[in-house]
């Protein structure tokens, strides 16, 4: 009959053991996405190794050798080339370790040779093993390493790119299993259940698996609140200084340059990082790349060629043709210590270049105007360099009469939808449309719909766009609520669902004026710009034949700052040009600026409920901070009342309180009392945990004073000693 409790105590704790081990995967999974790693498959191997040598439950002086055998086996197979175990390899280990030893105690971590990083890993592998079998089989506290894993998925999945939507579902199956299982072995030995019910193991793993397959389906298909609180993960990249100047292109919500714009939508925090400065004439826009294909969700780019590597002299890169007037300009541009850029930014009409490296070569890529910055061989960032540019101005007469006729490379590449987008966004189309008879008017109806039509800009709780919906789709008919992204990206989409071929450029606006002074390139004043990350910049760009591109600006509270006129004739016939350029804004191009000025309007009517909510959120961040801190200290506090209770009064009814707190206090720390036990006999079990007898004394005046209401006056100090004794071993 033992051995049969046993054998079926061994099948359960080993299967409690493998769900921890696969609860514990789902901490390593993270770590080829969050980190450098290439490649993690090793460390899930020796964790499994370190997992079940730890069950086997040999001596010590046998597992501590295999699992150091192991992870030498690991570190040989990818840092050491020498012999293992030979004198070689040994110095070659014992190198590594003095080494990284003395840059710890330099305090210079990130000198840590990936050798060293290993064996620390895998150390602390070999360690979590034991802990976790002593946690799981041993203490039986599964349900604290289920929470603790749900909370480190969603804090990953919250503060990394890591996705953790199927590590949430996986924890969920395997915490239910668990904890189903836990609890039903509790209840066989509270019950005194005859372990030949076992043998009826369909009665109870049937209806366990049921409810586990329908609570997990219901809570996947059941409807999700959208998220309730902004994305924290860009405040706090804001607050730290961020990833630094430019961006990064990660799926991090914070206004910058980024690379990536596959998944356009949701809210974003400014970031004042310089970029880089810029002199030049006057305000312009800072060209990098387009992009050709709207995938519904954002935009990718499919023209993978062709290039043509330049030298600076030779450097030409120019979106419209020789039939536009274009004035010849210098720029220079200076870029921030600390940015990230190996690409040009450069203005519409861009020459050759000045003042670069000897060694310094420029990669175009003909159809997106992407530059590729290079020193020699090896993409580089160019600190430096002047800028010669014809800046062109546009003939609104030219634009009203260029036609419709577009080449065939144009109308292929730029006229590109998917196949998903909803019908109302193309009648949509047609109705801004319908009045106009030339593609420049048209361009224009589109791009002055938003501001006529109650769209508003924003960078705060800006939607994203469910799994089914179009980001355009929502921006026009849902939301109506975005920033330069959602303007300029639907303004594309609307002209080519006219058949007018657009495209979405990125770059930067022209940012702040800090200065004007004489440049160092010419005898001429030229102002200061100061561009920040906050200036990162999405606009349209629309094709005209025999013209080339032309840009446009959709976005609420930016104006176009490209050159636009109109050829007048005066008494003489004579043709003369008027510029028709609009007023500039002081805020235009800066949304950090805009966002704060709304900001501002904003508080002098509706404002304060924004505030009153932060002080809402702050205030319950705090009581739930003291409540975590009351309850995980709860039986020391209590402890602290009742031993104040006992010296102030001593009845019958405190002594019988701080009795009975005792018990729930050696429950809580695992001298748990069975039901059939009397107190006598439970007093013994603790007095043999903590080897004292202490416990049977207190049991004893307990029985005397509260069921045989004799007086204790002259004992209760030794009763409170007793009592505290027994406490002060409990919370140790």
């Known amino acids: 009959m033992n051995e049969q409790k046993s054998g ?25 996405t969050v980190t450098n790693t290439d490649d993690v498959t090793i460390f899930f191997i020796y964790a499994a190794f370190c997992f079940f040598v730890s069950f086997l439950q040999v001596q010590w002086w046998i597992s501590m050798p295999l699992k150091f055998i192991g992870l030498a086996f690991i570190i040989d197979g990818l840092y050491v080339a020498e012999r293992i175990f030979s004198r070689d390899w040994f110095s070659v280990v014992y ?57 480190y998925v969603t804090v990953i999945d919250t503060f990394t790119i890591y996705d953790g939507k199927w590590a949430i579902v996986r924890t969920f199956i395997l915490g239910m299993a668990a904890l189903g299982l836990s609890s039903f072995a509790k209840e066989m030995d509270k019950e005194s ?25 219901a809570a996947y298909a059941s409807p999700k609140l959208t998220p309730q609180w902004p994305d924290p993960v860009p405040y706090l990249q804001s607050a730290t200084g961020g990833p630094g100047p430019g961006g990064s292109g990660n799926a991090v919500q914070k206004v910058g340059y980024g690379e990536n714009d596959s998944q356009l939508g949701g809210s974003f925090v400014q970031d004042n990082t310089p970029v880089f400065r810029a002199m030049a004439d006057g305000d312009r826009y800072w060209r990098i790349e387009s992009k050709d294909t709207y995938t519904g969700k954002g935009w990718i780019d499919t023209l993978e060629g062709p290039t043509t590597t330049y030298e600076a002299d030779e450097l030409e890169y120019k979106t419209f043709t020789d039939n536009v007037e274009s004035e010849e300009q210098t720029a220079m541009i200076r870029f921030q210590q600390g940015a990230s850029f190996r690409k040009l930014v450069y203005p519409y009409g861009l020459g050759n270049l000045e003042q670069t490296p000897d060694n310094s070569r420029f990669r175009v890529h003909n159809e997106t105007g992407e530059i590729d910055t290079y020193r020699g061989n090896s993409l580089s960032r160019i600190n430096d360099y002047i800028i010669n540019y014809d800046y062109p101005s546009f003939e609104y007469g030219q634009l009203r009469e260029a036609g419709s006729d577009d080449p065939a490379e144009i109308r292929n590449q730029y006229l590109q939808l998917p196949d998903t987008l909803p019908s109302r966004v193309r009648n949509l189309a047609s109705q801004i449309v319908s009045e106009e008879d030339n593609r420049y008017d048209k361009a224009k109806a589109v791009e002055q719909y938003f501001s006529n039509n109650g769209f508003e800009y924003s960078t705060t709780d800006v939607p994203v766009p469910s799994e089914n919906q179009d980001y355009v789709d929502q921006f026009l008919f849902d ?43 010419t005898d001429e004043f030229q102002n200061t710009y100061q561009v920040t990350s906050g200036n990162a910049h999405s606009w349209v760009e629309v094709y005209f034949p025999e013209i080339g591109w032309v840009p446009f600006e959709p976005t609420q509270g930016f104006s176009n700052n490209s050159d636009f006129f109109t050829e007048v004739e005066n008494d003489e016939g004579d043709t003369a040009a008027a510029d028709e350029t609009e007023t500039e804004d002081p805020t235009q191009g800066n949304p950090q600026q805009m966002e704060e000025q709304e900001q501002s309007t904003g508080s002098q009517g509706g404002g304060a409920s924004s505030g009153s909510f932060l002080w809402v959120y702050i205030v319950s961040g705090i009581l739930a901070v003291i409540g975590a801190i009351l309850y995980f200290t709860r039986f020391r506090w209590k402890s602290t009342l009742l031993r104040r209770r006992i010296k102030s009064s001593g009845d019958a009814d405190t002594y019988e309180q701080a009795y009975h707190f005792l018990l729930k206090l050696l429950d809580h720390k695992g001298v748990k009392r069975n039901p059939q036990q009397t107190l006598r006999d439970y007093a013994r079990s603790v007095d043999r945990h903590y080897q004292t007898n202490e416990m049977r004394q207190l049991t004893h005046h307990y029985e005397r004073f509260v069921y045989r209401n004799e007086s204790q006056d002259v004992q209760s100090g030794k009763v409170s000693e007793l009592w505290e004794n027994l406490i002060k071993k409990a919370l140790s």
Not at 193 to 215: D, E, G, N, T
């Open 193 to 217: 259940i005859p372990s030949a019910w076992y043998k009826r193991v369909h009665l109870w793993i049937v209806p366990l698996v049921a409810i586990i397959f329908f609570s997990t389906v």
């Open 8 to 32: 079926q105590s061994f099948m359960y704790n080993l299967t409690i053991y493998i769900i921890g081990f696969f609860l514990f995967c789902e901490w390593l999974l993270p770590l080829e």
């Open 95 to 151: 190198n590594q370790i003095m080494f990284n030893i003395q840059v710890i105690q330099t305090q210079e971590w990130w000198q840590m040779t990936p050798l060293f990083r290993s064996l620390l890993f895998l150390v602390l592998l070999w360690l979590m093993s034991y802990l976790l079998f002593y946690w799981l089989v041993v203490a039986k506290r599964m349900l604290l390493f289920v929470v603790m894993t749900f909370i």
């Open 479 to 521: 939301s109506q609520i975005g920033y330069c992204d959602n303007y300029s990206t639907s303004m594309v989409v609307l002209l080519r669902s006219e058949g007018i071929p657009a495209r979405w450029v990125k770059g930067f606006t022209g940012g702040e004026r800090i200065d004007a002074q004489a440049a160092e390139y």
